[in-house]
């Protein structure tokens, strides 16, 4: 109900709105983690990949909020590694890499040609790894 509501509000509602839920979420995970910090291993990483049912030689599609899981050891390179040492060499780890951040529109705007082969990914904390050569 609350979101049929907020959805007749106008923009110029709506998006204060927005922005103090943010700050609201954003305030309570820094302090759920002051109080009761979490740490996540790339083993514990590993072994809930397993529960979820991922195994060697499959293919997985991988978009996560990191924060959200508490402080990861090793950080996007453990995470990585999770992955890689689930689905094995024979598997398949695919993760969205755009370009850009911000608002699609705005982008393509100031930069109509882009180059996927050299394109740096701008989205989210696993965009640091550098590329890892195809094991072939």
């Known amino acids: 109900m609350?979101?049929?509501l907020y959805r007749l509000l106008p923009g110029w509602v709506?998006?204060?709105l927005r922005r103090g839920?943010?700050?609201f979420t954003s305030l309570r995970h820094r302090t759920r983690e002051r109080l009761r910090p979490v740490r996540v291993t790339q083993s514990d990483i590993e072994r809930a990949l397993?529960?979820?049912g991922i195994a060697e030689g499959d293919a997985v599609f991988?978009?996560?909020g990191m924060?959200?899981?508490g402080t990861i050891e090793g950080g996007p390179e453990a995470v990585?590694?999770?992955l890689e040492s689930v689905v094995g060499e024979r598997g398949l780890i695919a993760m969205p890499a755009f370009t850009m951040s911000g608002l699609?529109?705005?982008y393509l705007r100031a930069t109509p040609v882009v180059d996927l082969r050299s394109a740096a990914s701008a989205m989210g904390a696993v965009r640091s790894v550098p590329a890892r050569p195809s094991r072939s």
């Open 104 to 106: 699609t529109v705005e």
């Open 2 to 4: 609350l979101k049929r």
């Open 80 to 82: 990585i590694d999770a």
């Open 21 to 23: 839920y943010r700050r």
């Open 50 to 52: 397993r529960e979820l």
């Open 62 to 64: 991988f978009q996560a």
């Open 14 to 16: 709506r998006e204060p």
């Open 67 to 69: 924060a959200a899981f």
